[in-house]
């Protein structure tokens, strides 16, 4: 689990092609990532969708659009999302 240092995490929903580069990245917010988190049960106890990266499912599309409108799906990328800390 996360400690509570938010403040120094940022989050990526990254669409990549074929040959392993981005094509396709959004970024998200803290409240955006909790409005989602429900979508990725294997992510344990990682509340913040933080200590890894998650394959999202086409599956999934709708329902992230749906809870986070600016994030879009371009056809033909394979998409991941993830934390990181800031610098």
């Given at each position: 689990m996360?400690?509570?240092?938010?403040?120094?995490?940022g989050w990526e929903l990254t669409g990549w092609e074929d040959d392993d580069n981005a094509a396709h990245t959004s970024s998200l917010s803290r409240a955006e990532v909790l409005r989602i988190k429900e979508l990725f049960p294997e992510r344990g106890d990682d509340d913040l969708l933080a200590t890894a990266v998650y394959p999202v499912a086409p599956e999934l599309y709708a329902a992230i659009c749906t809870a986070v409108p600016h994030v879009e799906f371009a056809p033909g990328l394979d998409y991941m999302l993830g934390g990181f800390r800031l610098s």
């Open positions: 996360m400690h509570n240092d938010v403040e120094h995490i």
